[in-house]
């Protein structure tokens, strides 16, 4: 009697799995109501028309996502059909400041699209350059530590790789076996009546890393030269940007004269014209 309770038992739990297995093969698949969330990518960039940038939002499996510009002309990518969330953009370049708008609609495997979500992009004027148009006669002012006109002369850097522009320091030797004039904070120097000397670092010179897609300017920390009298040593430091649209150069200059690079000791706001 038991063993006939007990294979009544097993055989009802079979035949309710089976029911419950075929139940959800049945069921069609459920709604999903699609919505657009951590919507991200670079919202302040140069119109260059040349750099690519990411964007992106959440990923749902199975979800279709339609990335638009609005308000201005981009290109839009996707670099993997695995992720359709995530896209490249290419903003169309500008001469002029403007603004636009990225929309983004998902839809879902059952069909359902959602609301649209924007990132609203600010769109700097950008009128691109080649390494080569940097070269030449620049003329401006410096403000901070040392207020002066400046007029200097900027030329490709052939010691380095990359992009690099040196900025060139003067011969206008001192008595004390110094040769070159700095092209930066030079006032400071002046008052101090030193000069760099040759064959030491960048010999007074100053090295501009220069960005050519997003319109930036790095001065990296590099040994600008020992000067005399005195045999001190220097370091520059600094950053700015570049606008081909107007020619002109701005540049947060810093001077070091130790390794600890935490605070400059002289600094000064350059503004520049090309001639």
């Known amino acids: 009697m038991r063993k006939i ?15 419950c297995k075929k139940k959800k093969k049945d069921d069609g ?12 990518g670079p919202q302040d960039v140069a119109a260059s028309g040349l750099e690519p940038l ?9 979800s279709k996502y339609q990335f638009t510009p609005v308000g201005w002309p981009a290109d839009v990518e996707v670099p993997d059909p695995d992720y359709p969330n ?23 495997t059952t069909g359902h699209v959602s609301e649209p979500d924007s990132l609203h992009i600010t769109l700097h004027k950008f009128c691109p350059w080649q390494l080569s148009d940097f070269v030449g006669t620049w003329s401006g002012s410096e403000t901070g530590d040392s207020d002066t006109s400046l007029v200097l002369n900027i030329e ?17 030797p ?6 070159y004039e700095p092209p930066f904070l ?27 897609l997003r319109g930036k300017v790095l001065i990296e920390n590099d040994y600008q030269g020992e000067t005399m009298p005195g045999k001190n040593h220097y370091w520059t430091g600094g950053e700015g940007t570049w606008c081909g649209c107007n020619d002109s150069l701005v540049i947060n200059y810093e001077l070091y004269w130790s390794t600890d690079f935490s605070k400059p000791n002289e600094s000064c706001t350059i503004r520049l014209k090309k001639n």
């Open 186 to 212: 030079k006032q400071v120097f002046n008052a101090w009546g030193e000069r760099f000397v040759k064959d030491e670092g960048n010999e007074g010179d100053v090295l501009l890393y220069i960005n050519l």
């Open 54 to 62: 990411e964007y992106k939002v959440a990923f749902r499996a199975g």
């Open 174 to 179: 001192n008595d004390s076996g110094g040769v």
């Open 5 to 19: 309770i007990w294979l009544g038992l097993v055989l009802g739990l079979l035949f309710g799995s089976v029911a």
């Open 86 to 108: 995530v896209v490249m953009v290419t903003w169309h370049q500008s001469s002029v400041d403007t603004a636009a708008w990225l929309v983004c609609v998902e839809t879902s």
């Open 29 to 40: 698949p459920k709604d999903i109501i699609p919505v657009v969330i951590d919507f991200r």
């Open 156 to 172: 490709i850097d052939t010691l380095h790789t990359g992009n690099v522009l040196r900025v060139k320091a003067v011969s206008q």
